[in-house]
């Protein structure tokens, strides 16, 4: 079983960076997982933003923020990280990180196995 605890989250003023954090805990071979980042937006369903596969080789951004989220992880500390800049209201969700053993950094939520409970950002205008 892979814990993942989201961390990072909080209420923003737009135009500002913010840098999630996703970490593993216990016996977890982290490198062997792709993470995937995903958010839900109030009132709308989940969406994917921001993936890196279990080598750390490639990595894809969604289409909505590919310019602004920067996704990047260190295995040597567990922890997977979602650097957001420029932040917009729309930004405001719910947003979780997920993971995917020896996973290719798919944009599909069914491919993850593990999910953290997941941290909120929100963007003031």
């Known amino acids: 079983q892979v814990q993942l605890v989201e961390t990072g989250g909080g209420l923003v003023q737009a135009g500002a960076s913010l840098r999630l954090s996703c970490a593993t805990s216990?016996?977890?071979?982290?490198?062997?997982?792709?993470i995937g980042w995903f958010r839900q937006p109030p009132g709308k369903e989940r969406e994917f933003v921001a993936s890196?596969?279990?080598?750390?080789?490639?990595?894809d951004v969604g289409d909505s923020v590919r310019g602004r989220f920067t996704i990047s992880r260190d295995d040597a500390k567990g922890t997977a990280y979602l650097q957001m800049n420029m932040v917009t209201p729309e930004d405001t969700a719910i947003y979780y990180c997920?993971?995917?053993?020896?996973?290719?950094?798919?944009?599909?939520?069914?491919?993850?196995?593990?999910w953290g409970q997941g941290t909120q950002v929100t963007v003031s205008s």
């Open positions: 997920a993971a995917d053993y020896l996973g290719p950094g798919s944009r599909m939520e069914h491919e993850y196995e593990f």
């Open positions: 216990g016996d977890t071979i982290f490198s062997s997982y792709a």
């Open positions: 890196i596969r279990w080598s750390g080789r490639h990595s």
